[in-house]
């Protein structure tokens, strides 16, 4: 089917690209008068990016925004949801759902859903000064939009929640946005988990707060979500303390047991081939040989 969003006005911020991808641009931005190409001078980061995109959606003047990336998959069969949320006024728009959300206690799923970027059309008159403002604080955390989710939920804002996503993503718990070598530590380091929590510090309501930080990850339990914090580099110091000073005493004790379930594992562990001792895998010995790996050497 042809895309109900072909149409529409099209901006796409070209981040300074050196694979063509400007000369592609400019010949579609003349080809189709909805399509406008700028292009940044130098390479500001794919974080930062983020945060211009979200000014340039107040400065179009257009009621609403969609921010997209450009590796995500799309079905539009059920668009017409869109329009009608759009009819109705709704603030955000979320178009995209990894579970269903329970009935009674809806919105920490909604913020968890609005940390992927493309999940959310915003209506431009709620991304203030302010937003803006915290979006740039919250670069490093590699969820800097989420500082328009949480503004959002202070405000009580009108969310519609469509039946049918239209959008589709898959879960990376590794993710660096425009990083290299010389990237800020706090960004280059940064954690899926953690940076979820100090996003949430920008949540008014504490208990809001805390009923975010327990579905972390959609579908699984918060001890599940600290496991896996820790296997992520979970040790760098300022992740640690961004979780830590975020918690309730009841998740800093879950926090913790989840690190030493994690550390015990690593220090010693056996499954039907391997014996794992501070992250060495050393090969049981087969039956009716003696041959056997020894710290990823070869003895006979």
């Known amino acids: 089917m042809v895309s109900p969003v072909s149409s529409l006005d099209i901006v796409v911020l070209d981040n300074a690209s050196t694979d063509g991808t400007s000369e592609v641009l400019d010949g579609y931005a003349k080809k189709y008068k909805n399509i406008t190409h700028v292009r940044h001078r130098t390479n500001i980061g794919g974080n930062a990016n983020i945060c211009r995109a979200f000014e340039m959606a107040v400065t179009c003047g257009k009621e609403y925004a969609w921010i997209l990336c450009d590796d995500d998959k799309y079905d539009f069969s059920n668009w017409d949801a869109v329009k009608a949320a759009i009819k109705g006024g709704d603030d955000a ?11 009674n206690n809806k919105l ?3 913020i968890n859903t609005m940390a992927f970027l493309p999940s959310t059309i915003y209506k431009t008159k709620n991304i203030t000064s302010q937003v803006i403002q915290n979006m740039y604080v919250n670069l490093y955390t590699s969820f ?11 405000n009580n804002a009108q969310f519609g929640i469509l039946e049918k996503p239209i959008v589709y993503q898959d879960v990376l718990m590794e993710f660096h946005k425009g990083t290299n070598e010389q990237i800020h530590h706090r960004q280059k380091n940064v954690n899926l988990f953690s940076g979820y929590i100090s996003s949430y510090q920008m949540i008014q309501d504490k208990k809001l707060r ?12 918060f001890f599940y979500s600290m496991r896996a914090f820790w296997k992520t580099n979970g040790l760098y110091g300022y992740n ?9 005493s009841r998740q800093k004790l879950s926090f913790v047991f989840a ?21 060495f895998r050393i090969q049981k010995p087969c039956k009716n040989s003696d041959l056997f790996v020894s710290g990823g050497g070869v003895k006979k």
Request: glycine share 8%; hydrophobic share 45%.
């Open 259 to 279: 690190g030493i379930s994690v550390g015990v594992k690593y220090i010693f562990a056996i499954d039907s081939k391997y014996i794992t001792i501070f992250g």
């Open 240 to 248: 640690i303390c961004d979780v830590w000073n975020s918690l309730s």
């Open 93 to 103: 728009i979320l178009v995209e759902r990894k579970i269903d959300f329970p009935e």
């Open 144 to 154: 800097p939009h989420l500082a328009l989710g949480c503004s959002l939920l202070n």
């Open 108 to 110: 920490p799923y909604i």
């Open 210 to 221: 805390r009923d975010c930080c327990d579905v972390l990850w959609l579908g699984k339990s």
